[in-house]
C-alpha cells in the first residue's frame, strides 16, 4: 500500500460538504469516496455540480467514487426506477471526477439455497446495469455483505459470468470478517475482480456475533490481520485505492478535521507493513 493510494469515505464524516473537505485536505487525503446524499444535500442547498467539483479541486481533491443504495434484481417498476437512479448516481461521479467506481449492495430476498442457481441472474441483472452506465466511465462495485451475496468469491463469480468489463467487487475488511470469506479466498481468481477497497479493522468480537458497521475500528485498532489481508490483494495484482471507511460515534462526534486526521494517522503503518519495499 503507497500513500498515494490512500483514500477516505466521507460516510466517516459530519459536517457540511465544504467542512468536510477542508478535512480530508488538511489530514493530507488526495482521494475521496462519497456518501452521495452528502453531495445531493449540498446541491440541495443551491450549489450546482460545478460548484462541488470547484471545492474538491480548490483543496486538491479528486473524486474516486461513491455509494448510496444497491441494484434491483427483481424486474418491473421497481427496477426500473433502481436504474435510473444508479444512471443519475454515475453521470454524478463522472462529473465530479474521472474514472470512479459506483458501490452498490443488492437489493433482493434470495435464500442462501437458492443462490448457486441464481448467481446467472444476478450476473445478468448486474451486468446489465454496469452495461448502462458504462458510457459515463463509471465502475459498478458490489459489496458483499450488503444483502444476500455473502462471500468474495460468489461476488467476484457473479462479476465473471457478466463478463462486464465495468463490473467487479469492492471488498471491505469487515464484510470479510463477518462473512465465509477467508483469506485463502484472496487469490488469482477473484482478486482481478476487485475495483475499489475499503480499509478498517474490527473489534475483538466473533464474526457470528459481529456488527460489520457498528464494530468497526481503526486500522490497527482491531483484530484484524490486515497487512495480510491487504498484502494478499496486492500480491495479486490489486493496485487501485484504499479508501477508509468507518461508521463510529466517536468519530462522527468530533470535529471533521481532527477525525479526517485520526483516520489518516491510521492508514501510515499500513503503508510500510503491507508494502515493506515501498
Not at 495479486?236 to 463510529?248: A, K, L, R, V, W
Amino acid at each position: 500500500m503507497r500513500r498515494e493510494q490512500l483514500g477516505i469515505n466521507t460516510v466517516s464524516l459530519r459536517g457540511d460538504y465544504e467542512e468536510m473537505m477542508d478535512a480530508c485536505a488538511v489530514a493530507g487525503f488526495r482521494y475521496v469516496e462519497f456518501c452521495l446524499p452528502q453531495v445531493k444535500e449540498y446541491l440541495k442547498n443551491g450549489n450546482s455540480v460545478a460548484d462541488a467539483k470547484h471545492v474538491l479541486e480548490s483543496r486538491g481533491l479528486l473524486c474516486i467514487g461513491g455509494f448510496e443504495g444497491g441494484v434491483q434484481v427483481v424486474a418491473g417498476q421497481a427496477q426500473a426506477g433502481n436504474l435510473d437512479i444508479i444512471v443519475e448516481n454515475a453521470r454524478l461521479l463522472s462529473e465530479l471526477g474521472e474514472n470512479s467506481t459506483l458501490v452498490v449492495g443488492c437489493d433482493c430476498n434470495i435464500a442462501l439455497s437458492e443462490l448457486p442457481e441464481a448467481a446467472g441472474t444476478l450476473a445478468k441483472v448486474f451486468g446489465n446495469t454496469a452495461r448502462e452506465i458504462e458510457p459515463l466511465g463509471v465502475t459498478l462495485a458490489i459489496e458483499f455483505n450488503w444483502g444476500p451475496i455473502k462471500s468474495l468469491p460468489l461476488a467476484a463469480e457473479i462479476a465473471r459470468r457478466s463478463e462486464q468489463a465495468n463490473l467487479g467487487v469492492l471488498f471491505d475488511p469487515a464484510h470479510y470478517h463477518c462473512t465465509p470469506t477467508k483469506l485463502e479466498d484472496i487469490n488469482a481468481q477473484n482478486v482481478p475482480f476487485i475495483k475499489h477497497v475499503h480499509v478498517n479493522d474490527m473489534n475483538g468480537k466473533p464474526a457470528e456475533i459481529s456488527n460489520c458497521n457498528s464494530d468497526r475500528a481503526l486500522p490497527g485498532a482491531g483484530m484484524l490481520d490486515l497487512p495480510a489481508i491487504f498484502g494478499a490483494i496486492e500480491q495479486h495484482g490489486y493496485n487501485g485505492y484504499f479508501s477508509i471507511e468507518m461508521f463510529s460515534d466517536k468519530l462522527w462526534a468530533l470535529p471533521a478535521s481532527e477525525a479526517a486526521q485520526q483516520m489518516y494517522r491510521s492508514l501510515l503503518p499500513l503503508l510500510v507493513a503491507a508494502s515493506p519495499s515501498k
